[in-house]
């Protein structure tokens, strides 16, 4: 295995799942590589990829970003092209690669890539408190293979609480122009969060830290203590004390009409 050079074979089986299997229990994933060349466009085409061969052609810095001398084999020949790794697709719980898209490109001509991106530095905020906030973390770019960069530094230390740095404060190489919208924030430096401290309403304090009862008029009288149950509504409605023995009391008689 070299840094920036790997092979692969065209791939015959296409959409069996015991062939892809097949492949996974030997180290190997399908995948497929379109996109363009010296010689004009590339139609997409199914490939098998060595997972182990594909690592070890990645340059361990620029990763995705690493320019391979492609070959493909199938069918008697071989086909060179150079391409990059458009994107892969992970198990969800081995987390193994399961298959790898390869965008076959034209070295001269301008191609999209994500760049990360490294915060430098203490901002002048952290003094007073202020925290950074890291916005985004990989900047989309145009640029030339050779010319992609393997990632973008930032210096935070100007920074001050409130401030921000938005995409048009990054200072990008010769040749390399950014897709990612200029006015999208990349980092800020924010005030520190004050401590919230819960207020009673009106700004009085509850006695022993207990509810007041409310005294709107009309309300249950509270039960007595002996026989703690409700007494009976007298006749103008309103509830009567409970009798010693605890029990209800009984509703006062009613008044003989005038003659």
């Known amino acids: 295995m070299e840094v920036g050079k790997l092979t692969v074979e065209v791939r015959t089986s296409v ?16 995948g497929v ?18 997972v182990k061969a594909l690592k070890g052609a990645l340059d361990p810095v620029r990763k995705q970003n690493t320019v391979i001398d492609l070959t493909i084999e199938g069918d008697g020949k071989k086909t060179s092209l150079h391409a990059l790794v458009k994107e892969y697709q992970l198990h969800p719980l081995r987390r193994e690669i399961t298959h790898v898209d390869l965008l076959a ?9 994500e760049v990360p991106l490294e915060f430098i530095g203490k901002p002048k905020g952290a003094i007073d408190g202020g925290q950074i906030r890291i ?5 989309e770019v145009r640029a ?3 010319d992609i960069p393997v990632k973008l530094t930032i210096d935070v230390s100007p920074l001050e609480i409130g401030d921000v740095f938005h995409v048009s404060t990054i200072a990008l190489p010769a040749g390399v122009t950014s897709v990612t919208l200029r006015d999208l924030a990349i980092v ?7 401590d919230v401290v819960a207020t009673p309403a009106d700004g009085a304090a509850p006695a022993d830290g207990a509810a007041a009862a409310p005294a709107a008029a009309g309300a249950a009288a509270a039960p007595a203590a002996a026989g703690g149950k409700a007494a009976a509504p007298a006749a103008g409605g309103k509830a009567a004390a409970p009798a ?16």
Do not use: F, M
């Open 105 to 113: 490109i034209d070295p001269n001509k301008e191609v999209l890539a």
């Open 135 to 139: 916005v985004l973390r990989k900047l």
């Open 15 to 30: 959409g069996h799942k015991g062939a892809s299997r097949s492949l996974r229990n030997k180290g190997k994933v399908p």
């Open 244 to 259: 010693a023995g605890g029990k209800a009391a009984a509703p006062a008689a009613k008044a003989p009409a005038k003659k």
């Open 144 to 146: 030339k293979p050779s």
């Open 188 to 194: 800020t430096c924010a005030a520190p969060e004050a």
């Open 33 to 50: 590589c379109y996109g363009v060349s010296v010689n004009g466009k590339i139609a997409p085409l199914p490939i098998i990829i060595d």
